[in-house]
């Protein structure tokens, strides 16, 4: 179990000014920031990211939003980080989403969602790589 994952909160976060708010719940939560910057994604980086999705339905839609303002990437530090950090912010559809986690509290809709989380340990080693170098990563002592 890899105890590292990354989160982004995404542009409709940032629109809402909701940042102080979901980084709080996931500190609350027992999660230790390691590194944590805010960009602006462009749509070529957006499908890069997103890029095992290129087939699916939503591809488009959602580069479209993840380039469409700033974001905010975070790498967190917990025991079993993947799965508990999801746990934190709830299945994608807020509607579905258990009571208390971040998703169900501040997102709109399936795909304006607030945050994005790393399904996978493997996952989360490359998408923290695809934001961060292994310099700006600061372990908490």
Not at 9 to 31: E, M, S
Not at 42 to 58: D, I, L, N, W
Not at 112 to 128: C, T
Request: net charge neutral.
């Amino acid at each position: 179990m890899g105890n590292r994952t990354l989160a982004i909160l995404k542009p409709d976060c940032v629109r809402k000014n909701l940042q102080g708010k979901v980084i709080a719940k996931i500190q609350d939560a027992g999660f230790k920031i390691i590194a944590m910057k805010q960009m602006r994604l462009t749509k070529a980086q957006a499908e890069g990211f997103y890029a095992v999705h290129h087939a699916r339905p939503f591809f488009k839609d959602l580069t479209e939003f993840m380039s469409s303002g700033p974001c905010v990437p975070i790498v967190l530090e917990k025991t079993n980080a993947v799965a508990e950090f999801r746990k934190t912010i709830g299945a994608t559809d807020p509607k579905e989403a258990d009571p208390g986690t971040v998703r169900r509290e501040f997102a709109d809709s399936k795909g304006e969602n607030i945050v994005h989380g790393s399904d996978s340990d493997d996952n989360a080693a490359l998408e923290i790589a695809f934001f961060f170098h292994q310099g700006e990563l600061i372990a908490n002592q």
